[in-house]
């Protein structure tokens, strides 16, 4: 039996909103009312440029619950002494067949997606995934295990997910998810920065659109 501890664990923020069919009234209105979409091929995404849907009246206490959720986040189990806020907020909707590729989040410290409309049936999770050949600033050597754990796995689907989560996560991980098997699954993607960076001497203050 091998004997082990674990270092560096990655924790993924999940958080539940209490009144996810109403959000999904509104969200639908405001999609089908607003000219800001960007569509490519099987995937429309609103407002990404500019987040502004979040400033609807309607949205007031699903906005709380982001910033909370965050604020949680990021104080209580990270310990990070500092306030976060919403820096850019987009719909995204997906149909069958669409896929999303590896990518991370520049710009961002932490990011987190909302799932709004989303039936583990024929919508595909969230995965994670290790990077480690593009990061490696030596040769990259590789061996494939015999059975894949939560240790050395290279990839981790969040297979457990329902409609009304939030999860949050540090912007520089890479994220996607595979072809999806039905349409319309639709999501809210964030970012969050910290208003305050503190680092001694080199410590700056932060704001966003919302500010100017």
């Not at 699954?185 to 305050?196: A, E, G």
Request: charged share 20%.
């Amino acid at each position: 039996m091998s004997n082990h501890f674990e270092i560096f664990p990655t924790a993924i923020g999940n958080y539940s909103y209490s009144d996810n069919d109403n959000l999904k009234t509104i969200i639908q209105n405001i999609m089908d009312t607003t000219t800001e979409v960007r569509e490519i091929r099987d995937a429309k995404h609103y407002f990404e440029y500019t987040g502004s849907f979040l400033k609807n009246p309607e949205l007031k206490d699903f906005k709380k619950f982001l910033v909370d959720s965050i604020n949680d986040y990021a104080n209580n189990l990270l310990k990070l002494n500092t306030e976060f806020f919403i820096s850019l907020a987009w719909i995204n909707q997906t149909h069958k067949t669409c896929v999303m590729s590896k990518h991370n989040h520049g710009n961002a410290y932490f990011c987190g997606t909302y799932y709004l409309n989303y039936n583990e049936e024929i919508h595909q999770p969230v995965f994670f995934s290790k990077e480690l050949e593009m990061t490696s600033v030596t040769p990259y050597m590789n061996i494939y295990p015999t059975e894949y754990n939560h240790i050395n796995a290279p990839v981790f689907r969040v297979t457990d997910l329902k409609e009304g989560t939030l999860l949050i996560w540090p912007g520089n991980m890479v994220h996607g998810h595979e072809p999806n098997m039905g349409d319309n699954r639709i999501s809210i993607s964030m970012n969050f920065l910290p208003k305050k960076l503190y680092n001694g001497i080199y410590s700056f203050k932060i704001s966003g659109f919302e500010d100017e």
